[in-house]
Each structure stands twice: as structure tokens, then as C-alpha cells.
Nanobody, 126 residues
């Protein structure tokens, strides 16, 4: 089992920044690829970003490319999502997720991830 706890969400004005953190516990952190997803009211959960277990490969949804940056600190068992130039459309609950690096599945699909955090609310006011 892997336990994931997100933090860093909140209310920010349009154009502002937030940094989300996800602390992992329970298993060896660098055995997992990590992902961030978000879900707005009435919408399906959507891919935001992902990072491979070693931190050398990162992936972004087109909607956040150039504004969001994913990173990880394997020594601290933590993955981050730096969000800049936030827009009202970024308002959602943001979820951290973990996928075994041994499993070859599409990182952009929620079904690829076995473990999920409880989510943290991000609200961008226009």
C-alpha cells in the first residue's frame, strides 16, 4: 500500500501561483511513477501532469503546458506541482496518484494508477 497526502491547495486570484505537494508513505517511493489529475464539478477526472520514477521524464496536458511544472524529491518521498499563471479554468480538486514503474500503462489515464490521495481544492477567482 502507498498512502498519498496532498497539500497546498487554496484560493488564488487569476494569474496567481500555487505549489501543491504530495507526501507518500508505505512503499519505496522511487518505485513509482507519479501523476497529478484534477476534477471540476460535473466533469470527469482529467490528466494534468506526470513524472517518471527517476524524475527524468515529465509529461503535461496541453492545457497546462508552459504554466505548470512537476517535480519530485525521492529523498523526501514527495512530488510537487508548481502552478503559475492560474486561470479560472484551473479550478478543481487536484489529486495525486502513484503507479508502479514496472507497469507499462498510459500515464495520462486514471486507470493506470493504483493509489490516490484524498485531493486538495484549488480555486482561482477571476
Amino acid at each position: 500500500q502507498v498512502q498519498l497526502v496532498e497539500s497546498g491547495g487554496g484560493l488564488v486570484q487569476d494569474g496567481g501561483s500555487l505549489r501543491l505537494s504530495c507526501a507518500a508513505s508505505g512503499r519505496t517511493f522511487n518505485n513509482y511513477d507519479m501523476g497529478w489529475f484534477r476534477q471540476a464539478p460535473g466533469k470527469e477526472r482529467e490528466f494534468v501532469s506526470a513524472i517518471r520514477w527517476g524524475g527524468d521524464n515529465t509529461y503535461y496536458a496541453d492545457s497546462v503546458k508552459g504554466r505548470f511544472t512537476i517535480s519530485r524529491d525521492n529523498a523526501k518521498n514527495t512530488v510537487f506541482l508548481q502552478m503559475n499563471s492560474l486561470e479560472a479554468e484551473d479550478t478543481a480538486v487536484y489529486y495525486c496518484s502513484a503507479k508502479s514503474r514496472l507497469v507499462s500503462l498510459d500515464l495520462s489515464r486514471p486507470s493506470a494508477y493504483a493509489y490516490w490521495g484524498q485531493g486538495t481544492q484549488v480555486t482561482v477567482s477571476s
